[in-house]
Structures are given as structure tokens and as C-alpha cells.
């Protein structure tokens, strides 16, 4: 499930192979991430640009996901 914050990047991220994507601008990010994922938690959230995306990943983790997320200046 990819984030972005326009409809062509959604639509390049999906041509791409993520099977869903998000507007990263939601108010609800989580629930949008849920909601994608057909209610079920994710595996691994990865956040490469921080922020909303991050924080909401705690909580769409399943049992013993991974959480990665690249550091500044990496």
C-alpha cells in the first residue's frame, strides 16, 4: 500500500505494482492505510518521508510487524 499526497503519484505507485495507495493527506490516515489493506493489518510499514506516515503506522502493525523507517541524511 503505497502513501502519496497527489493522484499521479497514487496512479504511478499502483502502475508500479503497489496493490492500493493512499492519499497521505487524509485526516485518518490509519484507517485509510485499514481500509486499503481490506481491514487487515499490515506486515511491515515502511516510512521513508516521516511524519503522519510514520506516526500511523504503530497502529496498523499486525502482531510482530516490522516497522523500518530511514533516518535523515541516509
Known sequence: IALASTAEK???ATRLGADAA?????????AAILEANGGDQVDVGLGMA???AVD?????LAAFGRLGRRSAGV
Not at 493512499?22 to 490509519?30: C, E, H, I, Q, T
Not at 500511523?56 to 496498523?60: G, L, T
Open 10 to 12: 497514487r496512479d504511478l
Open 22 to 30: 493512499v492519499d497521505s493527506r487524509v485526516d485518518d490516515l490509519a
Open 50 to 52: 516521516g511524519g503522519a
Open 56 to 60: 500511523a503506522c504503530p497502529s496498523v
